[in-house]
């Protein structure tokens, strides 16, 4: 089992910029962000490996970046430029190749 704990959401204006943390409770190879906004289902944001092999959606490409420090197994989420379209709950997940656990979600919501 892994548990992970998200921080960092809020409310931001378009244009503003905010970080989103997910600590884990231990080490694990794959670890992302996923997004869902009400009556839709949840996408892929972006994922990173151990490795530091990344994965980004399209639609944030440019305007954000995953990071992770693997000492602390915490994963990071910077997120710039952000639009009104981006609010959404942002769920941290984490597995070995597919992801297998999830976070309790953070909401994040972009004021126009």
């Known amino acids: 089992q892994v548990q992970l704990v998200e921080s960092g959401g809020g409310l931001v204006q378009a244009g503003g910029s905010l970080r989103l943390s997910c600590a884990a409770s231990?080490?694990?190879?794959?670890m992302g962000w996923y997004r869902q906004a009400p009556g839709k289902q949840r996408d892929l944001v972006a994922t990173i490996t151990n490795s530091g092999s990344t994965n980004y959606a399209d639609s944030i490409k440019g305007r954000f970046t995953i990071s992770r420090d693997n000492a602390k197994n915490t994963v990071y989420l910077q997120m710039n430029s952000l639009k009104p379209e981006d609010s959404a709950v942002y769920y941290c997940g984490a597995g070995q190749f597919a992801i297998n656990y999830w976070g309790q979600g953070t909401q994040v919501t972009v004021s126009s």
């Open positions: 231990r080490s694990i190879r794959t």
